[in-house]
């Protein structure tokens, strides 16, 4: 993990009353938010207080309900959705390998068709060519 970064709490008149989440940063670039929830508040709910409850800059928690994840699990299951996405994205780049092999194989078999089709006309026209030179030649 990289840098932990916390944003506390504190109370109308300025005292500190306490951690309210952590930033995480993995490895990978990914950040997670972290409650840190202490006692009996299980989770917080932040959101902007109304204007006409608080002073500006004031920020409201709700204790919510259900245990919270600890940075562990969620490091973990970051992981299983890396995991899975990369199991995904493999089985994605095979099925494109194999399309663009079949498409290869149509285009392949049209240029074969087309190149018999233009050694075709190309003999037809000596033909011609033999045939038109003769009835000049007899005229």
Do not use: W
Not at 6 to 12: D, E, K, S, Y
Not at 30 to 51: E, H, W
Not at 92 to 106: D, G, L, M, P, V
């Amino acid at each position: 993990m990289q840098g932990l970064q916390t944003l506390t709490m504190t109370n109308a008149n300025g005292t500190p009353a306490g951690t309210i989440v952590q930033s995480i940063q993995t490895q990978d670039g990914q950040q997670f938010f972290v409650p840190t929830a202490t006692g009996d508040v299980q989770a917080y709910q932040i959101r902007p207080a109304t204007a006409s409850s608080l002073p500006a800059g004031v920020v409201t928690c709700v204790a919510g309900q259900g245990s919270l994840p600890t940075p562990q699990h969620i490091i973990e299951a970051a992981s299983r959705k890396r995991q899975q996405r990369l199991l995904n994205n493999r089985e994605a780049a095979r099925e494109c390998r194999r399309k663009k092999k079949e498409y290869i194989k149509c285009l392949e078999s049209r240029v074969a068709v087309l190149e018999n089709q233009n050694k075709t006309l190309i003999e037809e026209l000596k033909s011609l060519k033999e045939l038109y030179c003769h009835k000049a030649d007899d005229a």
